[in-house]
Each structure stands twice: as C-alpha cells, then as structure tokens.
C-alpha cells in the first residue's frame, strides 16, 4: 500500500463547478497535510495546508480533514480553465521531521 | 520573501559525463534541503534530505555514489549527477526549509536533465 494514494485521473469538470479532488494516506500518526498545484514543466507551488480534523477555507479553495478516515480533500469553488493542473497531495509523515511524501498527483482539467 | 533558485534551469549531456545543480535560497538561511526527482507524469520522488554541514541522508534505492550532495552553507546545497545515463533523465527539483516546520518548504523552479 502507498503512503499516499491519489486518484491520477483525469478529473474534468465545467468551468464555474465544484472540483473535489481526493486524497487518502496510511500513517494513521500523520500530523499535517498539505496540497500543491503544479503546471506542467513547473515545480510545485503550495495552495493550503491543514492540521487539523474539519475545513480550512483560503478563497475558492477548501481543505478537508478527517483524520479517523484518513482522508483529505481540496475543493476547488468556481473552477477556472488556469486551474488545470496537476494537483499534488503531500503528508508529513509521522516522526519524518519536515520531511514531506507525495501522493501520485490528480490532474485537473477545467473546460470553457 | 523566501525565494529558492536552482542553475541550471535546462541542462543536456552527454552519457558518461557529469552535471552539477545549484540550488539556492535566495533570502532565508536554509537548515535544510530536500532534492526530489519527478519523471514524466509521475510524483515527486524524494531522493535525499540534505542539512549543513553534515552528510546526506538518501532514501532507500537511491545510490549516494552516483548522487553526490553537498551542502556545504546555509544558502547552497549541489546535486551532482555522475557517470550520467538516459536513465537518468530526469525533472530535478530542490526544496529548502529554514526550519523544522514541514508547512516551511519553499521548492525551486526545478532543473531538467537529459542524457545523451
């Protein structure tokens, strides 16, 4: 079983809907959790991270948390074609200092 | 505020040769440094955890002879590839933490390898 497990795709979805990208991990001691965009040929950028069991809003973007289900999700509100991308699902492992694990990714594509 | 660099940006060799990649933090003191390598369609894959002054710590599978770091300040850390091969082709990307937050990585732009 992978450490984090993504859902690799593709996701489409209408521009102006709800995009819900998931993500579920296995070390139930996992403190934080992050997501990251990234475009292609580009590195990284970090959208949110959460640490705690419930929601954490950032604009058109929302972190989910449940940590009993291992589990969290971004929803993406209002989806725009310039959020097409490759979202990646990244976890602190428990006991891995500031070392992150990357899920496979989930690329998004948000049609006009 | 917290910018990482990494030079070169494209680089193309030849099998058998070796490359050297910078990565730097521009305006913070880096405790840390991460080197990832992300093939084609495919995640980042963590290949060391680099802090100053000491050696590097390699994750299972990567070969620490073939993958030469060396961080050697708080603002630079090197990736040298040696004896490169097309295998070795790659999207190499850095990460740099001033501390010991996860939530505190700052990733550079990435450097892309090809092997002749």
């Known amino acids: 079983q992978k450490e984090v497990e993504q859902n690799s795709g593709p996701l489409s979805v209408p521009e102006g809907a709800i995009a819900s990208l998931n993500c579920t991990y296995s070390d139930r001691g996992s403190q934080s959790f992050f997501w990251y965009r990234q475009y292609s040929g580009k590195s990284p950028e970090l959208i949110m991270f959460?640490?705690?069991?419930g929601d954490k809003e950032d604009g058109r973007f929302t972190a989910q948390l449940n940590k009993a289900s291992q589990y969290v999700s971004l929803l993406i509100r209002d989806s725009q074609p310039s959020d097409s991308a490759t979202y990646l699902c990244?976890?602190?492992?428990?006991?891995?200092?500031?070392?992150?694990?990357f899920g496979g990714g989930t690329r998004l594509m948000v049609k006009p | 505020g917290a910018v990482v660099s990494q030079h070169p940006s494209r680089v193309i060799c030849k099998s058998g040769t070796s490359v050297k990649i910078e990565c730097r933090s521009l305006d913070f003191q880096a405790t840390t440094m991460f080197w990832y390598r992300q093939f084609p369609k495919k995640s980042l894959m963590l290949m060391a955890t680099s802090n100053e002054g000491s050696k590097a710590t390699y994750e299972q599978g990567v070969e620490k002879d073939k993958f030469l770091i060396n961080h050697a300040s708080l603002t630079l850390s090197t990736l040298t590839v040696t004896s490169a091969h097309p295998e070795d082709s790659s999207f190499y990307i850095c990460s740099a933490a001033p501390g010991t937050n996860a939530d505190e990585q700052y990733f550079g732009p990435g450097t892309r390898l090809t092997v002749t």
């Open positions: 959460i640490y705690s069991n």
């Open positions: 990244a976890v602190n492992l428990n006991n891995a200092g500031n070392m992150l694990t």
